[in-house]
């Protein structure tokens, strides 16, 4: 495996797919929910309001493409405010500097920070499969009992390093999985000893292979779901002929240390930014 090495152009790439996964889950969730939301253009980036306590309500894949005018500005942060929403910037630091300026003199305050980390699919991934563990691609049949450990999983986080920005509720994390299912993301199931112990998230855009939504049933946990989970969809990205797999995880987190055991290497990170109405 050789060292991924991150520019703007690997970035720029990433940050498209990011801007991809966010329009079609957010379409499937305003579809769903028969929300008024919206996906407005800016600075080659994407705002997106999916409906009320949504994952998918932010500004994405800016500083790429320009600096976005405050007209243009003017407009997002009026449609959020319309909905009761803060207007939500993740800016990777990789991104044009003058777009961090801008922000601060409109009145974003810094609020977090996340982690983006790369494999390299150059070579052919090893699939790790501790004793015990089975990982598949999920079935539709099984949706529902998938999204409830996911679900339930997700409001019982690992403590290490930082914590997310946002708190979801429950059935906001359970809507935006059907919301990911409907935009045609694949789902994959890890059982351990024949219980259903966790699941994960698996997407392909443009060569880059985005592994999201794992998560593992508190029970499960430290048995070596999470990388078995991982085995699986780096060797289903090299196979779907990606270059590179990415995920996302918080500074100095559980989730980083293990992708960083498997080879992932920290890409950049994203600085939260928000504007509160």
Same mark, same amino acid.
């Given at each position: 495996?050789?060292?991924?090495?991150?520019?703007?152009?690997?970035?720029?790439?990433?940050?498209?797919?990011?801007?991809?996964?966010?329009?079609?889950? /957010?379409?499937?969730?305003?579809?769903?929910?028969?929300?008024?939301?919206?996906?407005?253009?800016?600075?080659?980036?994407?705002?997106?309001?999916?409906?009320? #306590? /949504?994952?998918?309500?932010?500004?994405?894949? &800016?500083?790429?493409?320009?600096?976005?005018?405050?007209?243009?500005?003017?407009?997002?942060?009026?449609?959020?405010?319309?909905?009761?929403?803060?207007?939500?910037?993740?800016?990777?630091?990789?991104?044009?500097?003058?777009?961090?300026?801008?922000?601060?003199?409109?009145?974003?305050?810094?609020?977090?920070?996340?982690?983006? &980390?790369?494999?390299?699919?150059?070579?052919?991934?090893?699939?790790?499969?501790?004793?015990?563990? *089975?990982?598949?691609?999920?079935?539709?049949?099984?949706?529902?009992? @998938?999204?409830?450990?996911?679900? #339930?999983?997700?409001?019982?986080?690992?403590?290490?390093?930082?914590? @997310?920005?946002?708190?979801?509720?429950?059935?906001?994390?359970?809507?935006?999985?059907?919301?990911?299912?409907?935009?045609?993301?694949?789902?994959?199931?890890?059982?351990?000893?024949?219980?259903?112990?966790?699941?994960? #998230?698996?997407?392909?855009? *443009?060569?880059?292979?985005?592994?999201?939504?794992?998560?593992?049933?508190?029970?499960?946990?430290?048995?070596?779901?999470?990388?078995?989970?991982?085995?699986?969809? &780096?060797? #289903?990205?090299?196979?779907?002929?990606?270059?590179?797999?990415?995920?996302?995880?918080?500074?100095?987190?559980?989730?980083?240390?293990?992708?960083?055991?498997?080879?992932?290497?920290?890409?950049?990170?994203?600085?939260? &930014?928000?504007?509160?109405?």
């Amino acid at each position: 495996m050789s060292t991924l090495f991150c520019d703007t152009a690997l970035a720029r790439r990433i940050e498209r797919a990011e801007i991809q996964l966010i329009a079609d889950t /957010s379409r499937a969730a305003q579809t769903r929910a028969g929300t008024e939301g919206f996906l407005i253009p800016v600075a080659g980036g994407m705002a997106s309001f999916a409906e009320p #306590d /949504s994952p998918f309500n932010k500004v994405v894949g &800016l500083g790429f493409d320009g600096v976005p005018s405050a007209e243009e500005l003017d407009v997002v942060e009026k449609a959020f405010a319309a909905r009761g929403a803060p207007t939500q910037v993740e800016l990777a630091h990789l991104a044009d500097s003058a777009i961090g300026e801008l922000l601060s003199d409109r009145g974003y305050r810094l609020e977090s920070f996340e982690n983006v &980390l790369g494999f390299a699919l150059d070579g052919h991934p090893e699939l790790v499969a501790p004793p015990g563990i *089975d990982v598949r691609r999920s079935t539709a049949d099984e949706l529902e009992a @998938w999204i409830a450990v996911v679900a #339930d999983a997700s409001v019982h986080p690992d403590t290490q390093g930082l914590p @997310w920005h946002d708190d979801f509720p429950r059935e906001a994390v359970a809507n935006a999985e059907r919301d990911f299912a409907a935009a045609g993301g694949i789902r994959y199931a890890a059982f351990r000893d024949g219980v259903l112990a966790g699941g994960a #998230d698996f997407r392909v855009t *443009d060569g880059i292979a985005q592994l999201a939504g794992a998560a593992t049933a508190p029970t499960h946990r430290r048995h070596g779901v999470q990388s078995a989970l991982v085995a699986v969809r &780096l060797a #289903d990205a090299k196979a779907a002929g990606c270059d590179v797999a990415v995920i996302v995880t918080q500074p100095g987190s559980t989730s980083q240390q293990n992708a960083q055991r498997r080879g992932f290497e920290l890409l950049y990170t994203r600085a939260t &930014l928000v504007k509160h109405p």
